[in-house]
């Protein structure tokens, strides 16, 4: 079976920017929703923490709703230059499909959040909302630094377990969720909890306010391409004992109903990796 060349996956590429544009979209709305001091939710929420926890909420159903949504099942719902270069070093994803998917992401990130600032205005751009723009908290950048490594690092070997064990891999999106939920709440003082160099400079791009941005660029690829090596040498020691090897797709969601363009699949049958394991 031959699987699409990397130039007709287009429809991919278009799935990756509109997936992060809606999830820019929301990370908006809900800012504003919570945060803007004229929105009559912030005045009845007087609590920062329970609003924290309610946006994490609100970003790791999002992250849920297009991880296991038709888009999300097709594309693979990377919506993260991070997460696509960790699937390209596991040799799930093509070289040429690296940059495609990335500059994707970028770009529709960016583009939502030019809508959102139409749309919604003074209110997102109110010193309270700024555009959702990541930014050290008061413990300054080294902190900031160290958590985008960690989370990002916890958040991939999750990703990469789950996917790779055939009773937990459908549940990999809400395990995803999840723990956006809890980083919001609980890290989001430090860091802003960016997790994504896309999320990260779609923000700033239309604020102007590239603070820092370095940390979010590198962070977080740093973060996952270190659980990324974590993987490929559990699996080079599965293969010296003679195991099994973990299988794995670049896909945070392998639907088996849905056609795969990165390791072959097609709906009913079984994917080329797994038979040539």
Request: hydrophobic share 70%.
């Given at each position: 079976m031959t699987m699409r060349p990397p130039g007709r996956r287009w429809p991919e590429y278009?799935?990756?920017a509109a997936s992060?544009?809606?999830f820019m979209l929301s990370a908006s709305a809900f800012a504003v929703l919570l945060e803007f001091p004229g929105s009559p939710v912030r005045h009845a929420l007087q609590d920062a923490t329970l609003r924290r926890v309610l946006m994490g909420l609100a970003m790791g159903a999002t992250?849920?709703?297009l991880i296991y949504s038709p888009w999300g099942r097709r594309s693979g719902a990377h919506l993260n230059p991070a997460t696509t270069f960790t699937f390209w070093r596991l040799g799930h994803l093509k070289?040429?499909?690296f940059g495609p998917y990335a500059l994707a992401q970028i770009g529709g990130g960016a583009l939502?959040?030019?809508l959102?600032?139409?749309v919604l205005g003074r209110a997102l751009a109110a010193p309270e909302v700024h555009y959702v723009v990541t930014r050290p908290g008061p413990w300054g950048a080294g902190p900031a630094f160290a958590a985008e490594i960690l989370m990002t690092f916890i958040l991939m070997s999750v990703v990469l377990a789950m996917s790779c064990a055939p009773r937990l891999e459908r549940f990999t999106g809400l395990a995803v969720g999840g723990l956006v939920w809890l980083y919001i709440a609980l890290e989001a003082p430090v860091s802003g909890t960016s997790l994504n160099p896309a999320r990260?400079?779609?923000s700033a791009f239309v604020a102007h306010d590239f603070t820092a941005l370095w940390i979010y660029l590198l962070a977080p690829t740093l973060g996952m391409a270190l659980a990324a090596e974590l993987h490929r040498l559990r699996a080079a020691r599965a293969r010296a004992a003679g195991a099994p090897l973990p299988g794995g797709c670049a896909k945070l969601r392998h639907d088996p109903r849905v056609a795969c363009v990165f390791c072959g699949q097609r709906p009913g049958r079984e994917p080329e990796s797994t038979r040539a394991h």
């Open positions: 278009a799935i990756e992060l544009g809606l992250a849920v709703a070289g040429a499909d939502a959040m030019v959102a600032g139409f990260t400079l779609a």
